[in-house]
């Protein structure tokens, strides 16, 4: 009996930890200058062209030209990829992203002028949860960039209600708990 016990709990724990456990999903937007920006994005300034783009529009830099990424819910966000092309022949070109005051630089050193290139993977730039990036250009040339993938929690589907969060699993692991205790006493009687 007393093994038949611990195999109904252990059944009973894996159960409840697949049908309760939950996190908060994200939401994944593209933002591309093709549309109208979506949900509650923002950008500070930005300077849409019709050439060189990955698709037929696309956000353009010159020298010490800036643009900023943030939401007006004050909300945090990922940037996930995104698509860039370096342009003209300074050797220096660079794209600039800066966010929480560190810098990430895209320049001829590393990637090819005049070839489109996405940028995956940017968890490992620290690019989660922030609160704005900016993208900024310096040393010559002029920088295309294009098809930011951000996911977020909260407020900017674009319909004006929150995404809905599924409550965390607290309520099912307490359930369990008491579940085992009640077999457990059961047991001693």
């Known amino acids: 009996m007393k093994n038949n016990n611990l195999k109904l709990t252990v059944t009973l ?20 200058f093709d549309d109208p920006l979506p949900g509650d994005f923002v950008w500070d300034d930005t300077r849409i062209v019709n050439g060189n783009c990955s698709d037929s529009s696309c956000m353009a830099f010159n020298d010490n030209e800036t643009s900023t990424l943030s ?20 050797t220096g070109n660079t794209l600039k ?4 005051g560190t810098d990430y630089e895209f320049g001829r050193a590393d990637w090819d002028k005049n ?20 993208f900024s250009k310096s040393s010559g ?7 930011l993938v951000v996911s977020f929690v909260g407020g ?15 309520l099912g692991l307490l359930g369990l708990g008491l579940l085992g205790l009640g077999l457990k006493g059961r047991r001693k009687a």
């Not at 993977?121 to 609160?131: G, S, Y």
Request: charged share 15%; proline share 3%.
């Open 13 to 32: 724990s894996l159960m409840a930890l697949a049908g309760f456990a939950s996190s908060a999903s994200a939401d994944v937007i593209t933002i591309n």
């Open 71 to 90: 939401r007006t819910s004050d909300g945090t966000f990922t940037l996930e990829s995104f698509w860039f092309k370096l342009l003209g022949n300074g």
């Open 97 to 100: 992203v800066t966010s929480g």
């Open 115 to 134: 070839t489109g290139y996405v940028v995956t993977n940017l968890v490992n730039f620290m690019l989660t949860d922030v609160t704005s990036i900016t």
């Open 141 to 147: 040339g002029n920088v295309r960039v294009d098809d």
């Open 156 to 170: 900017g589907d674009g319909d004006g209600d929150p995404v809905k969060v599924p409550e965390p699993g607290t």
